[in-house]
């Protein structure tokens, strides 16, 4: 009989869990069905009156902080100007530059805005607006460097951007990356000239924007541009693909801006050295 009874028992308990295994499933079940997929989510960015710009917030004179801690800079004006036109506003996110198609495509951010070029590759990942910006990827040491070429790199460290159109350049250059030391990938482009300052490394590929603007801030006496650089390219927005209504509506903005002399009045702002 007591062999019976803990039989029982045992079996009452399998079928106590079996229950709860089974209200479980239909809950997970339940949850995800309700959860949009990231495409309907990605949709929903048509119909909002606020949309989220991410931004690397370090990335001078595009977007940027302040000396008082405010986001500022040419892309920051541009994306306001525009916003107005398509009758949106705008929230400013810094984000993890390495992370941005990732960030725009979950839904985080709406666009990515700030010194971003236009390559084959991201044009996979994401919808681009018309280029409004030229830019080249300059090489820069420092101003007493023996470097004059990118041959006499080879076996030095060149510092660059991680996950940056600069380093893209750079690897569309197999025989240079082999040549080299090593690329030292950092975070932002300010780390990576605090390197070259400190004399590790022994150039940096960047931005001619950044760059240039950097430069006149810190004295361009203290640096060099080579001659050689790693090519030109264009500046676009980058959006998620399901947002076609809402590129139309930028892409219109953009040429709007530009027929109207808000751009040349904005670019003037911060590029009138230049």
């Known amino acids: 009989m007591v062999k019976i009874f803990k039989a029982v028992k045992l079996l009452s308990l399998f079928v106590i869990m079996a229950a709860l295994i089974v ?8 949850a995800t069905s309700a ?4 495409s309907e989510q990605a949709a929903k960015s048509e119909g909002k009156t606020e949309l989220v710009l991410g931004l690397d ?15 500022v800079g040419f892309d920051i004006d541009l994306a306001n100007e525009a916003a107005s036109k ?11 530059w390495s992370m941005k198609e990732t960030e725009l495509n979950a839904g985080n951010i709406d666009f990515i805005w700030n010194g971003y070029s236009i390559t084959e590759e991201r044009k996979e990942k994401v919808a681009f607006s018309k280029p409004y910006l030229e830019n080249r990827q300059i090489i820069v ?6 470097v004059k070429t990118k ?19 750079v690897n569309a250059e197999p025989d240079f990356v082999k040549s080299v030391k090593e690329l030292v990938e950092f975070s932002t482009n300010n780390e990576a000239f ?44 980058g959006l998620r693909k399901d947002d076609t ?10 040429d709007e801006m530009k027929s109207d002399g808000t751009y040349d009045k904005i670019y003037s702002k911060w590029f009138s050295q230049n």
Do not use: H, W
């Not at 370090?58 to 902080?65: K, W």
């Not at 040491?141 to 023996?146: G, N």
């Not at 006149?216 to 640096?223: A, I, P, R, S, V």
């Not at 060099?224 to 264009?234: D, Y």
């Open 23 to 30: 209200g479980c499933s239909n809950g997970n079940t339940t």
């Open 35 to 38: 959860t949009p997929a990231p």
């Open 57 to 71: 917030d370090t990335f001078a004179p595009m977007g940027f902080r302040d000396e008082k801690g405010e986001i």
């Open 86 to 96: 398509i009758g949106i506003t705008l929230k400013f996110q810094p984000i993890d």
């Open 141 to 146: 040491t420092l101003a007493d460097s023996p």
């Open 151 to 169: 041959a006499d790199l080879a076996g030095l460290l060149v510092a660059v951007q991680a996950e940056s159109s600069a380093l893209d350049a």
């Open 194 to 237: 605090n390197d070259l300052e400190a004399g590790r490394s022994a150039a940096l590929v960047v931005d001619e924007v950044l760059a240039r603007y950097y430069m006149n801030q810190k004295g361009e006496e203290k640096y060099r541009v080579l001659e050689e650089n790693f090519g030109a390219e264009e500046y676009g927005v």
């Open 245 to 254: 209504e809402l590129l139309k509506k930028l892409d219109t903005a953009l």
